[in-house]
Every structure is written in structure tokens, then in C-alpha cells.
């Protein structure tokens, strides 16, 4: 399953490059400017979509504030932080939770792949905070760290892995066949969220001649 990666400057032009879509990730964190009543006509499509915010762009209270947004408007799933600061973490979690909406607890490591242990206790931290799904995104120097990464994909629990630039392509086109719940892509050459993404056509054609060998 393939879920798109948005991360467009303005309302509008994300609005745009969500049709014709089924499921994508809309990076909140992107906009130049947005408001309560963008999230809102965003996020009540029919789409399914996962809303994200990543830590710098804006504070803890207008992070909150259109997340909550968000979720209120329909979010299929919110992607919160596994080191976001506790208060804010529940806080979207009981908003998560009110509205039916699955928490995708995520983790993101921009330097390195921590060990496999380390992953597996971060795993199941996610876990027993209550995660519907994980997310593990972490730095790839090796084609043993991306061993490591698709080594965590056992078919018990919904985890999703992504091996951060080049030499992480990789794992974008493999967890999916071996038990990822999903992988992001972006929307076409040049629309990257984020290091080494491989847009969705690209991605399909691989997984096609694949099947075919």
C-alpha cells in the first residue's frame, strides 16, 4: 500500500495535488501560512489521510491546535511523535481517541540506525502507550542497516518501516511485500517530503516487473 507524502506551501495547492488520491500524508508542517478552516477543508475529504506536524514550524499550541483540527475534520490517522513532550502527546492522543481517529506514533532518527534492540524497546514503548501503528524512520548508511530495519517486520504488528536517504530506497520497495503496513512515496519526481522517497508511479512499476520475474 502506497500512502502519498503532501507537503505543498499553501492550502490550495495541497488541496490540488490530493485528487485523484485515496491515501496520503498531508505535512502540515509545510504550509507557509494555514489556519483552522484550511485543516478543515483538507482533512474532510474522503480521502484517507494521515495528518502530521513535525517539530520547528510552529509551537506546542498551534501544533495542538491544527492537529486537533485535523482529527475533528476526519484524520484517519495522527501521526504523533514517540519524543514529543508528554502533555501535548496525551493531549493528542485523547483527541486521537475521541474521534475514532488511529494513532501512528512515530519515531525518527536523522543520523543513524540505532541498534536492534533499541528499535524493539522503542517498538514496544509506542505500544504500550496505546500506538495503533508505528512508524520507525531512521538514517541508512549500509545495506545491513537496511537489514536491520526490515528484520523488525514480523507480521504481528503494524509497523512501518523507512530507511532514510539513498541508500535507504530499499526499504520503501520491500516492507510493503514482507509486511509493512505501508510505505510513502511522494507525489512525482521533484515532490520529495522527504530524503530518498520514490514517487508513486515509479514504485508501482517496480512492484509490477517484480511480480512478474
Not at 25 to 52: K, N, Q, Y
Not at 160 to 185: C, E, M, N, S
Request: contains cysteine; glycine residues 8%.
Amino acid at each position: 500500500m502506497i500512502c502519498v507524502s503532501i507537503a505543498e506551501s499553501t492550502p490550495g495547492a495541497c488541496l490540488r495535488a490530493l485528487k485523484g488520491l485515496d491515501f496520503a500524508e498531508i505535512r502540515i508542517d509545510a504550509f507557509d501560512a494555514v489556519g483552522r478552516d484550511d485543516i478543515r477543508r483538507i482533512f474532510s475529504r474522503r480521502t484517507r489521510l494521515i495528518a502530521a506536524c513535525r517539530p520547528g514550524k510552529f509551537d506546542d499550541r498551534k501544533k495542538l491546535d491544527l492537529l486537533r483540527a485535523a482529527v475533528r475534520a476526519g484524520a484517519a490517522y495522527l501521526d504523533i511523535e514517540h519524543d514529543l513532550k508528554p502533555p501535548l502527546k496525551t493531549a493528542l492522543m485523547k483527541t486521537a481517541w475521541a474521534a475514532s481517529s488511529k494513532v501512528l506514533m512515530s519515531f525518527h532518527d536523522f543520523e543513524k540506525t540505532p541498534s536492534a534492540p533499541a528499535l524493539e524497546r522503542i517498538i514496544g514503548s509506542c505500544f504500550r502507550e496505546g500506538a495503533d501503528a508505528v512508524k520507525i524512520a531512521c538514517r541508512v548508511r549500509s545495506a545491513f542497516e537496511n537489514a536491520r530495519l526490515l528484520g523488525l517486520l514480523d507480521g504481528r504488528r503494524p509497523l512501518v518501516v523507512v530507511g532514510i536517504g539513498q541508500p535507504g530506497k530499499i526499504t520503501r520497495i520491500v516492507a510493503p511485500l514482507i509486511g509493512g503496513l505501508f510505505t510513502y512515496a511522494s507525489l512525482r519526481p521533484g515532490k520529495e517530503a522527504a530524503e530518498g522517497q520514490i514517487d508513486g508511479a515509479t514504485l508501482r512499476e517496480i512492484w509490477k516487473r517484480l511480480k512478474n520475474v
